[in-house]
């Protein structure tokens, strides 16, 4: 049982770490990469 709760602990602490990770990468840019592609079109309204 210890040998799976360690591999549980080790997955999370990576995914821990790759949000973490990403977090700070965001933070730290301007966010020219994320709005390279230009928005998402709207959707349709169905009152219109």
Do not use: C, E, Y
Request: glycine letters at 10%.
């Amino acid at each position: 049982m210890s040998r799976k709760l360690a591999v549980v602990f080790l997955a999370m602490l990576v995914l821990a770490g790759a949000m973490g990770l990403k977090t700070a990468v965001v933070a730290h840019s301007d966010g020219s990469v994320i709005m390279a592609n230009g928005g998402a079109p709207l959707p349709p309204t169905p009152w219109k």
